[in-house]
């Protein structure tokens, strides 16, 4: 079983601040973990994945995630927001391989607000 | 450009109709895709496993008999909504796994079903 907790449904930066969107995640299997981003009225686009390689994944637009076993989350940062990353994301786990591999779980999402 | 392709991206339907949802890798073979249901204003979840040349697996709570999916060739799984309700009006989203174990996972641009 999996499960992912996005603690925040709403965060609120100003541009150029820094921005940090807290996922925990629960797995009873190795997991792969994603951060994805929602535009209004738009679908799915990757930010980044952790597939059990470096802990520190650099994904686009400038965002990074570290995966910390020892605390079950994969927090996604960037140190400077942009008023174009204005949008909901969701933090993703999927079981590490095997016929179940892409089976995300997804969490409820938080919407970042950047003010000018 | 996309590499998963749904369609169509917004169908209205009236109640008691069925509608059909496609979903299309272009340039690879996906034995597994995934079928995703998003409310409005939360997040998503995963609706049923589809298998090529095999039935799919749906999630806990999914009716079968409501969602069918068919997934008859290697780039191509379809989702029927039968009988549809107001209640059925989402966001359906597919995604494919493209390879085999931690390869890439690919999203459609999702459809908005309307049922009135």
Known sequence: AQSVTQLGSHVSVSEGALVLLRCNYSSSVPPYLFWYVQYPNQGLQLLLKYTSAATLVKGINGFEAEFKKSETSFHLTKPSAHMSDAAEYFCAVSPAGGTSYGKLTFGQGTILTVHP | ?116
């Open chain 2, 1 to 116: 450009g996309a590499v998963v392709s749904q369609h169509p991206s917004w169908v209205i339907c009236k109640s008691g109709t069925s509608v059909k949802i496609e979903c299309r890798s272009l340039d690879f073979q996906a034995t597994t895709m995934f079928w995703y249901r998003q409310f409005p204003k939360q997040s998503l979840m995963l609706m049923a496993t589809s298998n090529e040349g095999s039935k799919a697996t749906y999630e806990q709570g999914v009716e079968k008999d409501k969602f069918l999916i068919n997934h008859a060739s290697l780039t191509l799984s379809t989702l029927t909504v039968t009988s549809a309700h107001p209640e059925d009006s989402s966001f359906y989203i597919c995604s494919a796994r493209r390879g085999g174990s931690g390869n890439t996972i690919y999203f459609g641009e999702g459809s908005w079903l309307t049922v009135v």
